[in-house]
């Protein structure tokens, strides 16, 4: 076996790395634990990982017990399944989904070298949408959890496209091997589709101005087809307003919504999470517990309104009436926590 050459690690200016190839100790949260305490410990996310949330409220209510059979729709990073992987005290099983090619290898290998190998648990690369087909053969569950936040490592990565805050191609889907990618989309709206899309996907009040001057870029040859394209488009929608203190806070939060509205579209999210609260009670058993993490006024609405339906035909035995946060400790860790709401929901024993 011939000797593998040296590679030597990322140098970058500084004293601190600032771009997400160059964050090697904290893509390596085993090696350098003492870097990523120190990164979470100022209310950061390590470059590659994610932090789950409201952990300790999904334990509580979904009262896992060994035996038991549970589905993870969401797997992300691993964090909510790893910890329901302790409950059952390695009786029972875990089932967990996840549309992202790229991540879904990594948290495998992740929770095989934490011990919980095939036995125990079973990965699939599936859209939550799909829970029917996954029951046909696995179900019916005894607990679910769905985290609908887009995960820290796909934000942090520059080459997925979905911050406004890094360079890099205007992608944002989850499953890059499927669909078209932000920046073809916006290549074929329309004025008014655009419009709309801001408007419903995330409540945008200059969805009007952002939409014109999108169309406008595009129409006399221009193109979007980077996140810095995009980000400096909605700058020239908003370049009416005043150079006041408030104006930067006004863009950042514009253009986390806009990003937010293209994402759901292009990954058709509301539809999605449509499909999977349409097929909950049929993959859940008798007394079976279902807990999800929403992130905007959208995702809450659905969840909400799907929950009193379900009470109210007498599927679901009892429901969330009000929503549970993170605490404000966590909100402080994770900055990212902030906008979350959980909503829960009890299927009736058959």
């Known amino acids: 076996m ?31 634990a003492e870097t990523i305490e120190k990164v979470i410990s100022k209310g950061s996310t390590p470059a590659g990982m994610h932090i789950s949330i409201c952990v300790q409220e999904i334990l509580d209510f979904l009262q896992i017990q060994p035996g ?10 691993g964090g909510h399944t790893r910890k ?3 409950c059952l005290k390695g009786e029972g099983h875990m089932y967990s989904l996840d549309v992202d090619p790229i991540e879904i290898v990594k948290t495998k290998e992740r929770l095989e070298k934490a011990g919980y190998g095939e036995e125990i648990l079973t990965i699939l690369q599936e859209n939550f949408a799909n829970i029917d087909k996954v029951a046909k053969q696995y179900g019916p569950f005894d607990f679910i959890m769905a985290d609908l936040g887009v995960s820290s490592m796909q934000i942090d990565n520059p080459k997925r496209g979905f911050s406004y805050k890094l360079d890099g191609p205007l992608d944002l889907r989850l499953n890059p091997q499927k669909g078209v990618s932000a920046a073809e989309r916006l290549k074929e709206v329309s004025k008014e589709e655009l419009e709309g899309m801001l408007l419903e996907n995330a409540d945008e009040p200059y969805a009007d101005k952002i939409s014109s001057e999108i169309i406008r870029i595009l129409k006399r040859g221009g193109s979007i087809e980077t996140t810095k394209d995009l980000r400096e488009a909605i700058e020239g929608a908003l370049a009416f307003l005043p150079e006041k203190k408030e104006k930067k806070d006004i863009l950042k939060k514009t253009c986390q919504r806009t990003f937010q509205a293209l994402r759901i579209d292009v990954n058709s999210e509301f539809e999605v999470l449509e499909d999977f609260l349409e097929k909950l009670p049929e993959v859940l058993a008798g007394n079976g517990r279902v807990a999800i993490l929403t992130f905007h006024s959208g995702e809450d609405r659905m969840v909400k309104k799907a929950f009193a339906r379900f009470y109210k ?36 024993q058959d």
């Open 2 to 32: 011939e000797n593998q050459p040296h590679k030597r690690r990322m140098r970058y200016k500084g004293t601190h790395p600032r771009k997400f190839e160059e964050k090697y100790k904290e893509h390596n949260p085993e090696k350098y």
């Open 68 to 77: 038991q059979k549970g589905l993870d729709a969401t797997l992300g990073y």
């Open 84 to 86: 329901m992987l302790e």
């Open 313 to 348: 035909e007498g599927i679901f035995s009892e429901i969330s009436k009000e929503v549970i946060r993170p605490s404000p400790e966590e909100c402080r860790q994770n900055g990212r926590a902030r906008s979350t709401k959980m909503r829960w929901a009890i299927k009736r």
